[in-house]
Structure formats: C-alpha cells, structure tokens
C-alpha cells in the first residue's frame, strides 16, 4: 500500500473511530435520559389517575352517605337504595368509568358492566398474570384504601387492558367500594413519546452519519488535493531538475571540450612539431633536433599533468584511493596555499569507509563551499567541521567574511548554490544556508548514514 494512502488512512480511521465512539455514547446517554423522563411521565400521569380514583371514592362516598349513615347494619332497602346508586354511577367518555362492591368474602354486589358476575364468589379470581384481583383489592380496603394494577375487560373494547382500581371499606356493612380506570391510554402516551425519542435518536444518529462521511470525503478531496499539487511540484521540480542537470552536463560538456581545445589539443600539436622539427634536424645531421626533443618531453609531461589535473576535476583519484579524509586534507591543503585564508579544522570521521555517495557529496559540498569562499566572501578565517551524530554525518562551515542578504539569495542563488542543494536533497539529507551582511556566512547540511547503508 503506498504511502500516501497508509497517511490518508491514519488521519481518517481515528477521526471515525472517535466520531464513531462519541456518537455511541452520545445514543446512549441520550437513550438513558429519555428513558428516565418517560418513567417520569408514565409516573405523573399515574399519578394523576390516583388522584382522579381518590376523587371519583369520595364523590360516590358522598353520594350514598346520606343513606348509610341512617341505615342500619342489616337494612335491606338501604343495602338495596346504595346499590342502586352505585350501579348508575358511571363516567369516562366511553362510560368505561363504573362503581364495584364486594362483600369481604369476594361476593360481588355491584358491577355494571357485567351484571353477570353479580352474586358470583371472585375471592380467588386470578388475571392472566397470575394476579389475584379481589384478594388484592380487599387487603388495600382493609388497610384503609389503596390502590391495585391487575388486568380486567375494557367495555368499550371487549378486550383485557390494564387497569388500576382504588378501594375502600364499607365499616358498617362491611362491604368494599371501588373503582378503576384503564391505562391503556397511558400505555399509548408512553409508546408515543418513546417512538418519537428513537426516531429523534435515529435523526441524530444519521445526522451524526451524515456529517461524519462529509467530513471524510472532505478529508479525502483535501487529501487528493495535496496529493495532486505535491505531485505536480515535485513533477516540476523534477523537470527543474532534469533542465538543470542537463544544462550543467552541457556546460561540463562545454568546459572539458574547452579544457580538451584549449589545454590538451594545443599541448600535443606543439609536441607533435617539436618532433618533427627535431626529426628534421637530425636527418640533416643537425645536433640541436635533441634540444628539441626535450622541449618536446616538457610539453608532453605538461600535457599529461593537464590530464590529470581535469581527471581529477571529474573524480578525485585521493578519495577512490585513499577516502573522504584524505580527499579532503588534499583539497584544503591547495586552497590555504592557493588563497593564504587561515583554516579552522575540526575533522571527526566514523571508522571505515563511508557510502560512496555520502563520501563523493561531502567532498563536493566542501570543494563548492571553497570556491565560494575563495570568490565571493573576502574572509581571513574558514572553521570547517564535520562530525557524526544520531545516525547523521554533519558538514558546517563557516568564515568570517561579508556575508550576503539571504532575501536576495533566495532570488538569485547560482547554480553551485542550487547543486550543493540539489546534493544533499537527493539523499534525503538536510541543507540550510545563513548569513548575514557583514557577519559572514555558515553552512549547514546534514546527510543520513543509515538511508545509505553505512556500516559502523
């Protein structure tokens, strides 16, 4: 997998991943509240249906007192009246809302609804729960009144709904009275809310989605964005770098044709007349044909100086031969005879050999660096170190003489500025460039030993 996409992927994966947490625990949180709010809710309005039983008690309590309090304990005709009382008492827009009595032996007395369970003993009447209904609801009367769930038939639906019933006793004929009222529109209240929580729960959750994969086809078009331009500098870069590396191989080309016309070619053709010259002499018996062949050795071992002098321009023979060290000793050597400027040296090499193509760029970095001195800077004093350090092999230079305005540098930097760059950049290495007018300038690049495969 390339690079590029391993990256792509990095930033992407946590963002969802921790997109993707938050969103979960946000849900659930959400879901936990919710769920305590509609327990609230479902409270409140059981509550209120308490209070409403409480009310509907008292109202009936009201409505028979003035009969059971100048009855007697056995007075049929007021047992009779009471009852009757009961039996047209009902409320609820279904007239679901009805009055029960039952002796404390679970006979029912009252029931409107179902008249057929009248006279009916329901002590053990269980609900499909397993709930026993009347037991229940006597032990609450017994104890002063209270309230009591079970599941009973609906007459509006002809089906079993839930339904909470408040009862109280009847002391003087021992009789409980109550009545109930249905949940199930509490049921669908509750239902309600918690449909209406999930689907905000959903919205949310797809909202949180949808923002999510926005914001990684965001993250992937900014990806293949940078992508794109980085690749289209590096294409330029690369294209920079081919113009110039062709340019420079046209000028070396141009250069050594010069030194080959200039230097070599007019070497040879003067020895090739001094030995004709003195070839001419000595046929004719001439002595002075050998002053000539002498002349002639001289200008051939000057030709072959100069061939030696543009071989090693092209490779220095001391760094094949002997290594950087002793290159680089060579190289300072001439130019402190050359230019008379004082060397600071501070030489810290590995042991062994280094890699060829760190050895070959630290030496043209330092034969650069002394050209520029030599040309440009003016300085008396050159402090040139090189060390290694955490897996890198360091070159800093540094003289004292007029420095440049790094500004205009950068505007107009020469080709052997651009190559030593070039150098170092092509090994993956480090190369920064510093200085100021009047305080001189330094050099610093750095070149990584393991990229390379030295040995240590």
């Given amino acids: ?29 959400a879901r936990q509240l919710s769920e305590e709010e509609i327990r609230l809710f479902e409270q409140h309005l ?39 009382i009961l039996t047209d008492m009902t409320f609820g827009d279904d007239q679901d809302g009805y009055f029960f009595v039952y002796t404390l032996e679970g006979v029912n007395l009252v029931h409107p609804t179902q008249p057929e369970l009248v006279g009916q003993d329901l002590y053990d009447m269980q609900d499909s729960r397993g709930n026993y209904v009347i037991r229940n609801l006597l032990e609450r009367a017994r104890q002063g009144g209270g309230f009591h769930r079970y599941l009973w038939q609906k007459p509006s ?43 905000n729960i959903r919205n ?19 990806g293949v964005a940078i992508n794109l331009h980085e690749n289209r500098l590096a294409d330029s870069r690369l294209r920079l770098l081919a113009h110039r590396s062709i340019l420079a191989n046209v000028a070396d080309r141009r250069r050594f044709s010069r030194e ?38 001289q200008v051939l071992n000057e030709a072959i100086q100069e061939v030696r002098r543009i071989s090693h321009d092209l490779r220095p023979t001391l ?16 130019f402190t005879e050359r230019t008379g400027i004082r060397l600071d040296l501070d030489i810290r090499l590995p042991g062994g050999r280094l890699p060829e193509d760190v050895e070959i ?53 020469g080709i052997g500025l651009r190559n030593m760059r070039e150098r170092v950049e092509l090994l993956g290495g480090e190369f920064r460039l510093a200085s100021r007018p009047g305080q001189g ?3 610093l690049a750095g070149l990584s030993l393991q990229q390379t495969g030295a040995e240590r």
């Fill in 361 to 413: 760029t630290v030496y043209r970095l330092v034969q650069e660096g002394l050209t520029n001195v030599e040309r440009h800077s003016g300085a008396g004093l050159l402090r040139l170190r090189l060390w290694q350090q955490s897996g890198q092999l360091w070159l800093k230079m540094q003289d004292n003489g007029c420095g440049f305005d790094p500004e205009v540098l950068e505007r107009f930097e």
């Fill in 46 to 84: 059981l509550g209120s249906k308490q209070r409403e039983l409480e009310n509907y008690v008292s109202l009936a309590l009201t409505s028979i007192a003035h009969i059971v309090d100048t009855a007697g304990p056995d007075d049929a005709q007021a047992k009779s009246a009471v009852k009757q």
């Fill in 157 to 199: 639906k002809q089906a079993r709904e839930e339904k909470i019933s408040y009862a109280v006793m009847l002391p003087k004929w021992s009789w409980m009275l109550g009545t109930g009222l249905y949940l199930d529109d509490i049921s669908r209240e509750v239902a309600k809310i918690r449909a209406e929580v999930n689907r």
């Fill in 204 to 222: 949310t959750f797809f909202t949180v989605l949808v923002i999510m994969s926005v914001a990684v086809v965001l993250v992937v078009l900014l």
């Fill in 441 to 443: 300038a330094t050099l």
């Fill in 260 to 297: 080959l016309h200039d230097g070599i070619n007019q070497l040879m053709v003067s020895v090739l007349y001094r030995i004709e010259l003195a070839q001419r002499k000595l046929k004719q018996g001439n002595q002075e044909g050998l002053t000539d062949l002498d002349k002639g050795y």
């Fill in 319 to 334: 760094l094949d031969d002997l290594g950087l060290e002793a290159a680089l000793e060579g190289l300072l050597d001439r």
């Fill in 1 to 29: 997998m390339p690079l590029k996409i391993k990256i792509l992927l990095l930033s992407i994966l946590p963002m969802m991943l921790v997109t993707s947490a938050v969103a979960w625990l946000g849900m659930n949180q």
